[in-house]
Nanobody, 125 residues
Framework: QVQLVESGGGLVQAGGSLRLSCAAS????????MGWYRQAPGKQREIVAA???????NYADSVKGRFTISRGNGANTVYLEMNNLKAEDTGVYYC???????????????????WGQGTQVTVSS
């Protein structure tokens, strides 16, 4: 069974930095894309950044130039480096795996999405 463990959230002043980490464990053959989403109070969950198996990256316009997503070398890990944080970056950040090929009794299958439990990021102004 695939599980995601996130870490690195916390309280930081505006202009500060945080680094989020997400490690996936379990039997995984491949992952199409890994990403970070966030949900602010009273708002819908939104994508922040994503990285594909080919290390192509995409970012929400609101974080371009401030956040950097990367994958760990040889491991099912993903990081989000967040710099120059703003109050509007506050929210619960969720790690996501998309298009995960996992073993089955008859071979393998692709599971659409796995989610982490979320980690709180609070930016004080």
């Amino acid at each position: 069974q695939v599980q995601l463990v996130e870490s690195g959230g916390g309280l930081v002043q505006a202009g500060g930095s945080l680094r989020l980490s997400c490690a996936a464990s379990g039997s995984i053959f491949s992952i199409n894309a890994m990403g970070w989403y966030r949900q602010a109070p009273g708002k819908q969950r939104e994508i922040v950044a994503a990285i594909t198996s080919g290390v192509n990256t995409n970012y929400a316009d609101s974080v371009k130039g401030r956040f950097t997503i990367s994958r760990g070398n040889g491991a099912n890990t993903v990081y989000l480096e967040m710099n120059n944080l703003k109050a509007e970056d506050t929210g619960v950040y969720y790690c996501n795996l998309h298009g995960v090929r996992i073993p089955t009794a008859w071979g393998s299958k692709v599971q659409d999405d796995y989610w982490g439990q979320g980690t709180q990021v609070t930016v004080s102004s």
